[in-house]
């Protein structure tokens, strides 16, 4: 397997530091986009529990207890994208699985804002 110096020629050098760059930019906005979606997670399980009028024992449990489920899901979804990030620069496939990193992360938090409306619709009176 060559190397990424050895498959291109010096003159590209700053491309492909370029290309790293985006990467890790790339990367961190879908960090940030993650901790976005798993704290609105959050608030729409603990409305979800409001709208079904679960006892507040049973909240207490279930709020505590989805805090580290979902850090543990969104840890395991950062690694998992930094991977696939990191294997598309020699590839030349950095920008098509930069919109589907991206792009999913986004359509999941644009369904979890709608989902919070929709929780919020039917706790008023």
Do not use: C
Request: glycine content about 4%; overall charge positive; cysteine-free.
């Amino acid at each position: 397997m060559n190397s990424v110096q050895e498959q291109f020629d010096a003159s590209s050098s700053w491309l492909i530091r370029g290309k790293y760059a985006l990467y890790f930019l790339v990367w961190v906005a879908f960090v940030g986009a993650t901790f976005f979606l798993l704290t609105r997670l959050r608030l729409n399980l603990i409305l979800m529990l409001e709208v079904f009028q679960v006892n507040r024992w049973a909240r207490s449990a279930v709020h505590n207890f989805s805090f580290v489920i979902l850090g543990l899901i969104g840890l395991s979804l950062v690694i998992i994208v930094e991977n696939y990030l990191r294997t598309a620069v020699p590839r030349n496939l950095l920008l098509r699985r930069t919109a589907i990193s991206l792009g999913s992360a986004l359509i999941l938090l644009a369904g979890s804002l709608a989902l919070h409306r929709f929780q919020i619709y039917l706790l008023m009176p």
